[in-house]
């Protein structure tokens, strides 16, 4: 999966696509390669994941700042790494 | 490596980071399959029509002369339903499948959309029509928003007999093996058929394959291995006509006969019965928790930091597919030797008056079961397989419900009075049941577990279920 970095300075990793429990994985490894405050978006259109991936964020510490319904059916979820 | 598996995926067009493994790829039953079918019973001009909610296995008169007619219709505004085609059909009943967009799977509005105009057309045919059980699929591709039915007609009724008829599909059983291997195959044939063996139905056998592939040569191993095993089994292996799917699914339609009555008597469920599973249950997790280790390191750290070698994590993998890929037939024989002939007086002291699959849902059958029943139970105790596993799954949320398993273990609800002779005859079959809990009250639809059901789900969300503290 490939995470790539926005003109703004934040990361996109787009998950669209996949199932359980890919998206928890792969947001978790690209977190790792984050530094500490820097922001990664997720897009996701796998309904269960909104509820996977921002609890295995949060219980890894990092912050999540924003859940958004970008098109219908599909998510981003902003989070900073801690 | 599972790279290797995953490329040899990749090179028939496969994505494998698409397929959930078992069962865990049905769209959502109680926000929005259930509703939606509540709504389209509203809405539907033929009242001739019959859309039963919710349900293991269809079951209708059996007939000697039975024929299954399969048709795979576009869903939506876009539908090509032929009304002529299903008037010559004539059929009785059908079984279902609706492979949905994922952006659509969770809205009830955007589903009954979708299935509308299929069921309107279906209706303009003008057909006398039951329709069976039916199930809906995610898919991650629009274009492949599909619904496949199978008609069935049946000709010179038996009044002896009855006919159960069930479909169920997967995408895989395990990711991390080749995608022709015999497994993923038996496991999903044997998915299928559980819905049958757990009303005790396991006479006249036939099967219609449901392969979804693109690569001809692919469907045609894993036909073959459905034709080996339908000699192991002894079932018919119906010729059906197949469709091209990017996305891999696995499954059959399943049919077959009993003389007994089916263990679906809700009302005859009362306070002091017993709750007794098969065996221990949860058979996904070991297989999620395998191929997250392979491709993450720190999975596979944290999981041999638990005590669990990832030798040992592979071995329960291997275990799981197994018990997936084994068919339960001796245990429709049990459920069978508890069920009264048909014409027979159902006596709850003799036989089993609810029987369900507890595959997918896992823990929450229990719910399912007071719900239906509008009783309370009380489960003391939930045997899983691998619960270090499956803790582990729920704990790093790997899967939301870590109890959910394929080809699963039957709940029964069993009179005082039999429920030891039901526990041997289990043993003497080969399975490891449980007596799990008992029906305390009627009139209230509750469920109370205890505590440790918490360690297996992220998040229990279901209003019926109460967990001691």
Not at chain 2, 113 to 121: A, D, G, H, S, T
Not at chain 2, 314 to 322: H, L, S, T
Request: aromatic share 6%.
């Amino acid at each position: 999966m490939n995470v790539r970095r926005l003109p703004n300075g934040e990361y996109l990793l787009d998950l669209r696509g996949t199932v359980c429990p890919y998206p928890v994985l792969y947001t978790r490894k690209a977190l790792e390669n984050l530094k500490g405050g820097e922001v990664l978006q997720v897009i996701l259109d796998n309904p269960p994941s909104l509820e996977t991936v921002p609890a295995s964020v949060k219980a890894l510490g990092h912050d999540i700042l924003e859940v958004r319904e970008v098109e219908p059916a599909v998510w981003a979820i902003k989070i900073r790494r801690r | 490596m599972v790279e290797d598996v995953f490329k040899e995926y990749g090179e028939i067009g496969i994505n494998s980071l698409e397929l959930a493994c078992g069962c865990a790829v049905k769209v959502d039953l109680e926000n929005v399959v259930y509703p939606a079918i509540r709504e389209l019973r509203h809405r539907l001009p033929n009242k001739r029509f019959d859309i039963p909610s919710k349900r293991d296995a269809e079951i209708v008169a059996a007939g000697r002369k039975v024929e299954v007619h399969r048709r795979v219709y576009k869903l939506g505004f876009e539908t090509d339903v032929d009304p002529n085609d299903i008037r010559s059909i004539n059929p009785q009943t059908c079984v279902a499948v609706f492979q949905v967009f994922q952006r659509y799977a969770g809205s009830r509005e955007k589903f009954t959309e979708l299935l509308e105009p299929v069921y309107k057309r279906i209706s303009e045919s003008g057909a006398s029509l039951r329709f069976g059980k039916g199930h809906s699929i995610v898919t991650t591709s629009p274009e492949e928003s599909i619904a496949i039915f199978d008609f069935i007609t049946v000709r010179e009724p038996i009044t002896s007999k009855l006919l159960a008829i069930n479909n169920d599909t997967v995408n895989i059983i395990d990711p991390t093996i080749g995608v022709g291997d015999r497994r993923q195959v038996i496991g999903a044939l044997c998915n299928a058929l559980n819905d049958l063996f757990v009303m005790g139905v396991h006479e006249e056998l036939r099967v219609a394959p449901l392969i979804g592939v693109l690569d001809p040569s692919l469907r045609g191993k894993m036909i073959w291995h459905a034709r080996n095993f339908s000699r192991e089994l002894d079932f018919e292996l119906l010729d059906v006509p197949q469709f091209n799917s990017r996305r891999l699914f696995i499954g059959a339609t399943v049919l077959g006969t009993t003389d007994r009555q089916p263990p679906t008597r809700e009302e005859l469920v009362k306070p002091g019965m017993n709750v007794v599973v098969t065996r221990p249950f949860g058979e996904l997790s070991p297989i999620t928790v395998y191929v997250s280790s392979l491709l993450d390191n720190e999975v596979a750290s944290e999981v041999e930091s638990k005590g669990i070698p990832l030798s040992e994590l592979k071995c329960m993998k291997e275990k799981a597919v197994e018990i997936i890929s084994s068919h339960n037939l001796r245990a429709a024989k049990v459920v069978s030797k508890y069920l009264p002939k048909i014409g027979e007086k159902f006596n709850v002291e003799e036989h089993i008056p609810l029987a369900s699959d507890i595959s997918g849902p896992g823990i929450y059958i229990f719910a399912e079961i007071a719900d239906r029943t509008n009783t309370s139970i009380e489960v003391s105790e939930v045997p899983l397989l691998f619960p270090e596993v499956s803790e582990y799954a729920a704990e790093r949320f790997l899967m939301a419900n870590a109890t959910a398993g394929t080809n699963g273990a039957f709940c029964l609800i069993t009179h005082e009075n039999i429920t030891e002779d039901v526990v041997k005859d289990f043993k003497r079959a080969g399975y490891s049941p449980h007596i799990i809990g008992k029906v305390k009250e009627a009139g209230l639809a509750k469920v109370r577990m205890p505590k440790e059901v918490l360690k297996y789900v992220t998040n229990i969300a279901n209003p019926i279920i109460e967990v001691n503290d």
